[in-house]
């Protein structure tokens, strides 16, 4: 139904700056929230930022005032900003996002992208 493709995911020294992108494509009619989600080995998926359709935002208390999240409507893309990375942001990041799609009826879906590795190195 709808397919996420991140990007940007990569090697970089702490301190360092990195950016992900995530494009929703399909038979969407709309998307409420989407979100960028991690998982670090031998833990748990944890909700890194989301922002709503409106433009508000929410941000684990790890990374305010490091990252910044944002999307682009008319492109279906969400954006993880990352500054200030530290060894401890090392993990796997997933894009996340929920909405409708019209396959002959407007039905809601909730989709996750594959992941994108994101290593911090000290």
């Known amino acids: 139904q709808v397919q996420l493709a991140e990007s940007g995911g990569g090697l970089v020294q702490a301190g360092g700056p990195l950016r992900l992108s995530c494009a929703a494509s399909?038979?969407?009619?709309?998307?409420?929230?989407m979100g960028w989600y991690r998982q670090a080995p031998g833990k748990q998926r944890e909700l890194v930022a989301s922002?709503?359709?409106?433009?508000?935002?929410n941000y684990a208390d790890s990374v305010k005032g490091r990252f910044s999240i944002s999307r682009d409507n008319a492109k279906n893309t969400v954006y993880l900003q990352m500054n200030s990375l530290k060894p401890e942001d090392t993990a796997v990041y997933y894009c996340?996002?929920?909405?409708?799609?019209?396959?002959?009826?407007?039905?809601?879906?909730?989709?996750w992208g594959q992941g994108t590795q994101v290593t911090v190195s000290s």
């Open positions: 996340n996002a929920d909405g409708t799609v019209v396959v002959g009826i407007v039905r809601r879906f909730a989709s």
């Open positions: 399909g038979s969407i009619f709309s998307i409420n929230a």
């Open positions: 922002i709503t359709s409106g433009g508000s935002t």
